[in-house]
């Protein structure tokens, strides 16, 4: 995503480029440099772009963690070589959002994600899926931090943007933004529900097929509290 840091000066238009995932999955990668794919258009045609990702220097973590859920957030330390056009991180929901869209149990959501590793076709896009708010209530987010859904979580969905499109009844794009909602961080099992699993038969210890959704804003609130933005930090347009 584009965000604006006060303290880093750039031209109209331009933004701080930040990767956020789950933290767990930087967590999870050996190594100091992870492998994203970028795409770079000619034409209509796609073409896939590996881009060494520097996560971690000297043994020790280039990302921000956020210190209650599992959000982090990393910067490149070089820059792409292609040009992106991101989403801007004023289009993370807030509290405010929630009661304006008047978002409740039942709304369909978006999720990108690669399941498995799977991508959707040689270009390297993730694969969209929906699956529906689970749960209730969904604010005040600082005392409901994450929210769940009705959708399976395969490796490869955590750190996955959860969001919202504003469609009227015709299914036609309406409003100005695509909300950015939530994070995916992990599957929900029963286990984690039950106190006493010496009630449970083993073979009902599975997922329920629920997703556990970490609110966006506090991506936002990361970054707000990030007084000066680490390594070298490339401009990009995010309009």
Not at 2 to 12: K, S
Not at 220 to 226: A, D, G, T, V
Request: without cysteine.
């Amino acid at each position: 995503m584009g965000h604006d840091f006060p303290e880093i000066p750039h031209l109209p238009g331009q933004s701080t480029l930040v990767f956020f995932t789950a933290a767990h999955v930087l967590e999870g990668i050996k190594g100091d440099y992870a492998t994203l794919f970028l795409r770079e258009k000619t034409g209509k045609v796609y073409k896939k772009i590996p881009y060494d990702l520097q996560i971690r220097y000297k043994d020790k973590p280039l990302w921000i963690k956020h210190p209650e859920v599992d959000i982090a957030a990393i910067f490149p330390q070089k820059p792409l070589g292609i040009d992106l056009n991101v989403p801007s991180t004023v289009n993370i929901a807030t509290d405010e959002i929630f009661e304006t869209r008047q978002l409740i149990t039942g709304d369909k959501l978006f999720v990108l994600g690669y399941p498995f590793g799977i991508e959707a076709n040689n270009a390297g896009f993730p694969i969209l899926r929906t699956g529906t708010i689970a749960s209730h209530p969904l604010s005040p987010i600082k005392d409901y931090k994450t929210f769940l859904m009705n959708f399976d979580v395969f490796g490869g969905n955590s750190g996955g943007p959860v969001f919202m499109q504003n469609r009227d009844s015709y299914g036609d794009i309406t409003g100005d933004h695509n909300y950015i909602v939530g994070i995916v961080i992990e599957n929900w099992y029963i286990t984690k529900q039950v106190k006493d699993l010496e009630k449970i038969n083993p073979m009902d210890q599975k997922e329920l097929g629920l997703a556990v959704v970490v609110h966006a804003q506090y991506m936002k609130e990361l970054l707000q509290n990030i007084k000066v933005a680490p390594g070298q930090r490339p401009v990009l347009n995010s309009k």
